[in-house]
Antibody, heavy 118, light 107 residues
Framework: QVQLLQSGAEVKKPGASVRVSCKISGYIVSDLSIHWVRQPPGKGLEWMGDFDPETGAGIYAQTFQDRVAITADTSISTVFLELRSLRGEDTAVYFC???????????WGQGTTVTISS | DIQMTQSPSSLSASVGDRVTITCRASQHISSYLHWYQQRPGQAPHLLIYAASNLQSGVPSRFSGTGSGTHFTLTIRSLQPADFATYYCQQTYSIPYTFGPGTTVDFK
């Protein structure tokens, strides 16, 4: 049974970077696509990008293109989301999730709260 | 980017009510439309995939219809656990955009 376990809450200053991890158990990470979705407080869901295991590269929403990176370390079965040049609007809960073949997200991590505060 | 809209943005209902939520895409997305339920403080939960297919373990009172640009989620007889926020998402083209959500609360 596949499970996703995310890293703990982070507090960062504006301009800094944050790296959130998503550890996969019960599956081979090199065969698994992982998507990242975020949710600002009291707001809706925003798709950020995904890790494509076939190419070993991230695919990103244009909104984040120049300051996001999604990578994987297969030796520890973990996918990482790095977001740079943080600003207040990046305060959110960040979720990792695995997709079905049609892209629907059927398994989610528990979420990681990232707070940007000076 | 494909824009997703939902209506209504919120609704008040009672246990036993039939509830219908509409999702529209700004362009054709075939059946690449999925519905999620999210309760406060929890991760979203997949209810319906590919417009009309019930995810394993989801009660049969949930159903989805539509294709192209117009989709609906129906809850046949609202139960206490169903008071939550519902989102649609398209995965026809990147970025995989979500609708703004519909909150179902107690009347």
């Amino acid at each position: 049974q596949v499970q996703l376990l995310q890293s703990g809450a982070e507090v960062k200053k504006p301009g800094a970077s944050v790296r959130v991890s998503c550890k996969i158990s019960g599956y081979i990470v090199s065969d698994l696509s992982i998507h990242w979705v975020r949710q600002p407080p009291g707001k809706g869901l925003e798709w950020m990008g995904d890790f494509d295991p076939e190419t070993g590269a991230g695919i990103y929403a244009q909104t984040f293109q120049d300051r996001v990176a999604i990578t994987a370390d297969t030796s520890i079965s973990t996918v990482f989301l790095e977001l740079r040049s943080l600003r207040g609007e990046d305060t959110a809960v960040y979720f990792c999730a695995t997709p079905r073949a049609d892209g629907s997200l059927d398994l989610w991590g528990q979420g990681t709260t990232v707070t940007i505060s000076s | 980017d494909i824009q997703m809209t939902q209506s209504p943005s919120s609704l008040s209902a009672s246990v036993g009510d039939r509830v219908t939520i509409t999702c529209r895409a700004s362009q054709h997305i075939s059946s690449y439309l999925h519905w999620y339920q999210q309760r406060p403080g929890q991760a979203p939960h997949l209810l319906i995939y590919a417009a009309s297919n019930l995810q394993s373990g989801v009660p049969s009172r949930f159903s989805g219809t539509g294709s192209g640009t117009h989709f609906t989620l129906t809850i046949r007889s609202l139960q206490p656990a169903d008071f939550a926020t519902y989102y649609c998402q398209q995965t026809y083209s990147i970025p995989y955009t979500f609708g703004p959500g519909t909150t179902v609360d107690f009347k």
